[in-house]
């Protein structure tokens, strides 16, 4: 689709920009856009996308990024921590899953599934690893939320992690107070 160049005058009056400010995005002269607004210069194709792309540029909203909306208050349990010790912990901070590390690495997840898939008093004794599901996702602070939200749809949680740090965690929760 090409861009209506009638409307230039309207887009850069709401972009809050000077004919001299904009023609300096767009790399074009500033008495071209003058022109152009007034009518009295019907620009080549390769003006138009010129336009067009400086337009795009100064419309787009950035995408929010994992680090936007992660929770950086993470807890974990140890592979060997009592399954008890961790119904106490999610308990006690309100929460349905924890990631499982050994030696600083992620290992695994426990989620109230994790319980409910065994006899839970069974389960009382056991070590975290004995009844951990896969760790789930690992990206990066700057992964875009749209991709998240793809992830989400199969994992219960997202981990952060930077230089081989766990440095936060995205749950649908996350996500739902971003779009507040």
């Given at each position: 689709?090409?861009?209506?160049?009638?409307?230039?005058?309207?887009?850069?009056?709401?972009?809050?920009?000077?004919?001299?400010?904009?023609?300096?995005?767009?790399?074009?002269?500033?008495?071209?856009?003058?022109?152009?607004?007034?009518?009295?210069?019907?620009?080549?194709?390769?003006?138009?996308?010129?336009?067009?792309?400086?337009?795009?540029?100064?419309?787009?909203?950035?995408?929010?990024?994992?680090?936007?909306?992660?929770?950086?208050?993470?807890?974990?349990?140890?592979?060997?921590?009592?399954?008890?010790?961790?119904?106490?912990?999610?308990?006690?901070?309100?929460?349905?899953?924890?990631?499982?590390?050994?030696?600083?690495?992620?290992?695994g997840?426990?989620?109230?599934?994790?319980?409910?898939?065994?006899?839970?008093?069974?389960?009382?004794?056991?070590s975290a690893?004995?009844?951990?599901?896969?760790?789930?996702?690992?990206?990066?602070?700057?992964?875009?939320?749209?991709?998240?939200?793809?992830?989400?749809?199969?994992?219960?949680?997202?981990?952060?992690?930077?230089?081989?740090?766990?440095?936060?965690?995205?749950?649908?929760?996350?996500?739902?107070?971003?779009?507040?």
């Open positions: 689709m090409v861009f209506d160049i009638t409307n230039l005058k309207r887009i850069r009056k709401q972009l809050n920009l000077t004919q001299h400010e904009f023609a300096k995005k767009a790399g074009i002269s500033q008495s071209m856009v003058a022109k152009i607004e007034s009518g009295k210069l019907d620009p080549t194709y390769s003006y138009v996308k010129k336009i067009e792309q400086a337009i795009e540029q100064l419309t787009k909203t950035e995408e929010l990024g994992a680090k936007d909306i992660m929770n950086t208050k993470v807890i974990t349990v140890n592979k060997d921590e009592k399954v008890k010790n961790i119904i106490k912990l999610l308990t006690r901070y309100n929460i349905s899953q924890v990631p499982v590390i050994n030696k600083n690495m992620i290992v997840l426990i989620t109230e599934s994790s319980f409910l898939e065994n006899d839970p008093k069974d389960t009382l004794n056991q690893e004995d009844i951990m599901k896969e760790s789930p996702p690992i990206i990066a602070k700057t992964t875009k939320v749209s991709i998240i939200i793809q992830l989400l749809k199969f994992y219960p949680i997202i981990l952060v992690k930077e230089a081989g740090k766990l440095i936060g965690v995205i749950t649908k929760a996350d996500i739902l107070k971003s779009l507040k």
